[in-house]
């Protein structure tokens, strides 16, 4: 079979891409991203063509005030509304839903009065019963769902065969193997995607992956877990996203090769859009990321450092995120 | 046995680094590094327990003339000597000579006369045979050797397999896997990793990777060849190299383990020297590497974009980049 020779110059057709740019883009900005912003990147997908794209969490009022959080953390049906109209386009809309986070029972409309057609449901490993509920609740509004288990670099074996388990005997079309921290390396992913896809065996279910860049890894895990199996895979313009930020847009559909992605429309959308908005919000590689992602910590203390005047401090923050304190 | 189960915790003592940092990010400023930058690489390096220190080229006087070039692109015995003295400490140091721009029958000193350990003989496809007398030289004069075969990703396989039975006959220590224009998908670095094995089996030769960071995958590439077997592994301070720059020793030296290399003197030079020298000079991933490295193009034409006042037009860069003219 030609495949076996050089399987990098073909594709395959059952890989889809969710843009979420504006969603883990957010989680820097307070998700106060200017109307102008979401909508460049809604038109740059749709002429890219990205097969879903996420217009931000559905974030609860009472815990995400006004006064603190811009829209896109609680994105109304009305916000969305704003940017899409109908969407009257192939691209489908999703929003991303945290376990006990969301007033999911009221907030989600049903699918038919929604412009939205994607809920993705994010879990940590205590919040399962309350994540499966919300699976649940999508499921029956008529929505495509996903279930996101969070965190996963700090889940013991047995308590991740159980989430599997679990996860398995819902109605969820897709179960996204996520690497939050940005600590895997490719023969983790590996090792990860092998158990989710084996729980997964004879389900329909599709594998997804998430992964953030804080060893400079999103992209080669990305990689890694398309040719372990995964068929859903995140992106975001020019990696934007928390801290390290994400698996670049312009890197993956260079390296997908399906002949429906187009690359120009999200170069002139980096060039237009997502260049100026770095020289306000940072994102992206830098060591004390790598630092965090080493030593499977959550990269806030990383973040925290480059957001103060000691930005470049690493040795002594390394110090601080090495000192044995149990 | 333990290794099948995880085998990330552990670590293969038989890895050597080699940090090229001044070497290969003398390509971004013309090799006109201060005495002190050296200084301070060498001696973090040492304390780090890094295996070799690339210290420049050995660049033709006649080729390079110091009106143009800065001295570590014809490192002398005398500029060495002024940096390191006797070299009384258990680091190697190296020096990369270029087949056809170097003179090798004068320039390279006996090994018993010199402080270099090792010489690295970097090589085109249309130029080995030059680049084989080169290590014939350096091995008769007493030095251990590697060649380096340039730009692979536009080589033949057949000439790709004709260079390598040529390589296996010499006395060369190591031969070098380069991925010059930071092309290569994991895969690919799969595939060309065990060519070059299958024809070093019985040998006992190394194999070394050297990769660029075009496509965010320097790093990921470097762990892939480590996977498939390679033994001497190239990183530079924070990734400073060529355009899109190299893998970074901060993440390379976190993943390999081995108890010998300590992280926190590479932080230390990294915030000192190599943050300040990021402001004057500019290297790493930027989207032009990304557009060059996807269509297995020297990534020239980026660093001049990345050099002039239009670096950031990224789709006038990409239609120029795709234009048909064949």
Same mark, same amino acid.
Request: glycine share 6%; charged share 30%.
């Given at each position: 079979?030609?495949?076996?020779?050089?399987?990098?110059?073909?594709?395959?057709?059952?890989?889809?891409?969710?843009? =979420?740019? /504006?969603?883990?883009?957010?989680?820097?900005?307070?998700?106060?991203?200017? @109307? #102008?912003?979401?909508?460049?990147?809604?038109?740059?997908?749709?002429?890219?063509?990205?097969?879903?794209?996420?217009?931000?969490?559905?974030?609860?009022?009472?815990?995400?005030?006004?006064?603190?959080?811009?829209?896109?953390?609680?994105?109304?049906?009305? @916000?969305?509304?704003?940017?899409?109209? %109908?969407? @009257?386009?192939?691209?489908?809309?999703?929003?991303?839903?945290?376990?006990?986070?969301? @007033?999911?029972?009221? %907030? /989600?409309?049903? =699918?038919?009065?929604? $412009?939205?057609?994607?809920?993705? $449901?994010?879990?940590?490993?205590?919040?399962?019963?309350?994540?499966?509920?919300?699976?649940?609740?999508?499921?029956?509004?008529? +929505?495509?769902?996903?279930? &996101?288990?969070?965190?996963?670099?700090?889940? !013991?074996?047995?308590?991740?065969?159980?989430?599997? #388990?679990?996860? =398995?005997?819902?109605?969820?079309?897709?179960?996204?193997?996520?690497?939050?921290?940005?600590?895997?390396?490719?023969?983790?992913?590996?090792?990860?995607?092998?158990?989710?896809?084996?729980?997964?065996? *004879?389900? *329909?279910?599709?594998? *997804?992956?998430?992964?953030? &860049?804080? !060893?400079?890894?999103?992209?080669?895990?990305?990689?890694?877990?398309?040719?372990?199996?995964?068929?859903?895979?995140?992106?975001?313009?020019?990696?934007?996203?928390?801290?390290? *930020?994400?698996?670049?847009?312009?890197?993956?559909?260079?390296?997908?090769?399906?002949?429906?992605?187009?690359?120009?429309?999200?170069?002139?959308?980096?060039?237009?859009?997502?260049?100026?908005?770095? #020289?306000?919000?940072?994102?992206?590689?830098?060591?004390?990321?790598?630092?965090?992602?080493?030593?499977?910590?959550?990269?806030?203390?990383?973040?925290?450092?480059?957001?103060?005047? %000691?930005?470049?401090? +690493? $040795?002594?923050?390394?110090?601080?995120?090495?000192?044995?304190?149990?």
């Amino acid at each position: 079979m030609p495949e076996e020779i050089a399987p990098w110059i073909t594709f395959r057709p059952e890989i889809k891409v969710l843009d =979420c740019s /504006i969603r883990d883009g957010g989680l820097m900005n307070n998700h106060m991203f200017e @109307d #102008e912003t979401v909508r460049r990147v809604y038109e740059a997908n749709i002429a890219a063509g990205v097969d879903y794209m996420e217009m931000g969490y559905k974030g609860s009022k009472d815990i995400y005030a006004p006064s603190e959080y811009g829209g896109w953390k609680r994105s109304s049906e009305d @916000d969305i509304r704003r940017i899409v109209g %109908d969407n @009257d386009t192939p691209i489908k809309l999703s929003v991303m839903a945290d376990a006990e986070r969301t @007033d999911y029972h009221t %907030d /989600i409309l049903p =699918c038919e009065d929604s $412009v939205l057609d994607l809920i993705r $449901v994010a879990t940590y490993i205590h919040q399962i019963p309350t994540a499966v509920d919300m699976t649940k609740d999508a499921k029956d509004k008529g +929505y495509e769902v996903t279930i &996101n288990l969070m965190a996963v670099c700090s889940v !013991q074996d047995r308590e991740l065969e159980q989430a599997l #388990e679990t996860f =398995c005997e819902t109605d969820v079309d897709t179960i996204y193997l996520l690497d939050s921290w940005g600590t895997f390396y490719s023969e983790q992913i590996e090792d990860l995607a092998k158990r989710y896809l084996k729980h997964m065996e *004879g389900t *329909g279910k599709e594998l *997804g992956i998430h992964a953030h &860049n804080n !060893q400079q890894l999103a992209f080669a895990n990305t990689i890694e877990a398309i040719i372990r199996g995964a068929n859903r895979v995140d992106a975001t313009m020019m990696g934007i996203g928390r801290g390290a *930020g994400n698996c670049p847009m312009e890197l993956l559909i260079g390296f997908l090769k399906n002949p429906k992605f187009h690359l120009r429309p999200i170069l002139q959308c980096i060039q237009d859009i997502i260049v100026p908005l770095r #020289e306000e919000m940072e994102w992206g590689y830098t060591v004390p990321y790598a630092i965090t992602g080493q030593l499977t910590q959550h990269p806030r203390t990383a973040m925290a450092l480059r957001a103060s005047e %000691d930005k470049d401090e +690493y $040795v002594r923050f390394y110090d601080e995120c090495t000192t044995s304190d149990e």
